[in-house]
C-alpha cells in the first residue's frame, strides 16, 4: 500500500505564493509519476502539474511559469510551488503517484486565494 500525506495549504491573497509539499510511505517501485490535482467547487478534478522519477515535467496552461513542480527521490516527496496565486486557484490539491496502472491519493490539502 502507498500512502500520501500533503500539507502547505492555507489562505493567501492574490499575488501570493504557497508551497506545497507530499510525503509518500509504503511499498511502490522507483519507476513512478507524481502529480498534483485541484478541484474547485462544483468542478471535475484536474491534472496540474506532473513530474517523472526523471525529473521530466508538465502542466496545465492555467499554471504555466506560476507553478513549479519538483520531487526529492531520497525522500519519496514531490512539491508543488505556487507564485503569482489568483483566486481561480482556489480548490483543494491532491497529491498523486501513478505506478502502473494503479493510482494513490492524498487526502486533499486546501488552497484558498482571496483577499
Known amino acids: 500500500q502507498v500512502q500520501l500525506v500533503e500539507s502547505g495549504g492555507g489562505l493567501v491573497q492574490p499575488g501570493g505564493s504557497l508551497r506545497l509539499s507530499c510525503a509518500a510511505s509504503?511499498?511502490?517501485?522507483?519507476?513512478?509519476?507524481m502529480g498534483w490535482y485541484r478541484q474547485a467547487p462544483g468542478k471535475e478534478r484536474e491534472l496540474v502539474a506532473s513530474?517523472?522519477?526523471?525529473?521530466?515535467?508538465a502542466y496545465v496552461d492555467s499554471v504555466k511559469g506560476r507553478f513549479t513542480i519538483s520531487r526529492d527521490n531520497a525522500r519519496n516527496s514531490v512539491y508543488l510551488q505556487m507564485n503569482s496565486l489568483k483566486p481561480e486557484d482556489t480548490a483543494v490539491y491532491y497529491c498523486?503517484?501513478?505506478?502502473?496502472?494503479?493510482?494513490?491519493w492524498g487526502q486533499g490539502t486546501r488552497v484558498t486565494v482571496s483577499s
Open positions: 509504503g511499498r511502490f517501485f522507483s519507476s513512478n509519476v
Open positions: 513530474i517523472t522519477r526523471g525529473g521530466a515535467t
Open positions: 498523486n503517484m501513478a505506478m502502473g496502472s494503479s493510482n494513490y
